[in-house]
Structure formats: C-alpha cells, structure tokens
C-alpha cells in the first residue's frame, strides 16, 4: 500500500507549538482531521538557543531557535498523544546528528500508537550550528532519507523538508524521493543574518517567490515527485499560487506568529473555493 501525501492544508514544523497553544483558534473542529506537523523532535532534550531566537524584519522573520524540544521520550509520553486524542493526523518532525540518530527516531516512532507519518528535517538553514547532520551534496539527504525509510513502515508518509535553493532543489528532490520519500516539502528557512550578525534563518512571505520558484522548477523538470510548499503562505492567494505551481498541499508557518486564527480561515477559504469552481 503506497502513502498518502497529507494535505491539503497543514500546520508547518514548529509554528502550531505542541497543539494545545493553536487549538482555541481552529473553530469548532480544533485539530480533528488536522495533518500537524510537529516541532522538530531530537532524540535527547534540546534548550534552545540563546535569545533573541526570533527578530522580525520587512517580509518576514529571521529565527534562531535553536530547535528546543523535550526529547523523545518525554514526546511520546506527554505531547504525541494529546494530539492523538485531539483528533490530529500527526506528522512528527524529526531531526539528527547522524544517520544513526534519525533512522533510531525513526524506528521508535514506527512503533508509536498515532503517529501518521515523519516529516524529516534535512534542510534547517544553519545545520552545522545547531549541531545537526551536516547536508551539502543532495546525495547526503537522500541517505538520510533511505535510512529514515528503511525503518518506517511502506504506508505511511515520509517527507523530506528540503531548503528552497533554486540552484539545487531539482536534484535534492529527485533524490530523495528516489531514496523512498512520499513527497518533498519546499522549503525551509533561507540562511539569514540577525542585525548582530549571528545565523538564522529568514521565512515569511519575503521567501515566497523563491520556494514559488522551486515548486515550479521541480515540478517542470520531475512532475513525479510530489510536493508540499511551504514559504510565505498567508492567504488563498498565496496557497492557491503554489497549488498551481504543482503543489499538492501547502504547509502554514509564519502566519500562525502573526495571526493564529491563519489556518482555520484558510481551510475555509480554500473550501469554498474549491466548491466554487466549475
């Protein structure tokens, strides 16, 4: 049984916090039904880097969160099945040192009651800062990838979260959906600079005509990979832009900082779209 690619609307890694801090806005369904994707989980507990993680600027943010999360093991036992029995279809983002350390997340996850799919994080914009596997050539994601595949079960959902670099993405996506991903999602942050000089990461609709871009290249030049854009999305305009680009879902993010009731709009909106068209 193949993997159904999730969508069409879905919260974006690390933006809907652990669930409960989005649910009072979603209307009256909350997260029933809901593809969340989680906050990127490590194996071992992460604080989080030194403040400020987030500066806003014209078009945007540029963050350095540092990836802060509970671990593991404090995941599966508190946050994965809260949103479990919120209803959501939950997607866990989940990121690495090694190939060794994502494929053992992998493995665990697969035997986790409720976990609808892995979202694999091979495209955070300072991966060497944050102390993740370092991804420089396409071929170092794919074999992240076919790690990650080779320890979770056929028919659910792997996703490749891959940086919008328009000079690269063709290849990285070719790759990695050849390595077993179900889709890839574009993109992450872009390497950006806090006003002191420290690396982040720049999202918001100010990377939208770049992650456009790469949907529409990918797509051209390998329409059998299916993809997940995320990049600035705010509004139908900007989700409907990407589904005709070639998208298949979109993912929400920065919008949610801004305006957490985002989502639930959206999903209407794109409902009564949908509904309207001939």
């Known amino acids: 049984m193949s993997a159904r690619v999730p969508g ?6 690390g933006c809907g916090g652990t669930g409960r801090e989005l649910e009072p806005y979603l209307g009256p369904a909350g997260l029933d039904g809901l593809d ?3 906050r990127s989980i490590t194996l071992d507990a992460r604080p989080g880097g030194p403040g400020p993680r987030l500066v806003e600027v014209p078009g945007g943010i540029v963050n350095a969160v540092g990836l802060p999360n509970p671990g593991l093991e404090h995941f599966l036992a508190t946050e994965l099945p809260w949103l479990v029995r919120a209803g959501a279809r939950v997607i866990v983002s989940i ?9 053992d997340l992998a493995r665990r996850l697969s035997r986790a009651p409720g976990v609808a799919g892995l979202e694999v994080n091979v495209g955070a914009p300072d991966e060497v800062g944050v102390g993740l596997f370092e991804v420089r050539e396409p071929y170092h994601s794919a074999s ?4 990650v595949r080779r320890e979770f079960p056929a028919d659910r959902p792997v996703l490749a979260k891959l940086r919008p670099d328009v000079s690269r993405i063709v290849e990285g996506a070719r790759s990695c959906h050849e390595a077993g991903a179900t889709a890839v999602v574009v993109g992450n942050a872009v390497p950006a600079a806090f006003p002191d000089g ?3 990461g720049l999202s918001g609709p100010a990377i939208a005509p770049i992650a456009l871009r790469c949907v529409a290249t990918v797509h051209q030049t390998v329409p059998e990979v299916p993809l997940i854009a995320c990049g600035g999305v705010r509004d139908a305009a900007s989700a409907t832009a990407y ?3 070639g998208a298949s879902a979109v993912q929400v993010g920065t919008a949610l900082l801004h305006d957490p009731t985002t989502l639930a709009r959206l999903r209407a ?3 009564t779209s949908h509904q309207e068209d001939p």
Do not use: K, N, S
């Open 144 to 147: 992240v990838i076919a790690a």
């Open 198 to 200: 420290r690396a982040g």
């Open 95 to 103: 990121a690495g040192a090694t190939m060794g350390e994502y494929a």
């Open 269 to 271: 909106d794109l409902e």
């Open 8 to 13: 069409p609307v879905m919260v974006a890694a």
């Open 243 to 245: 589904l005709r680009a």
């Open 36 to 38: 969340f994707v989680t």
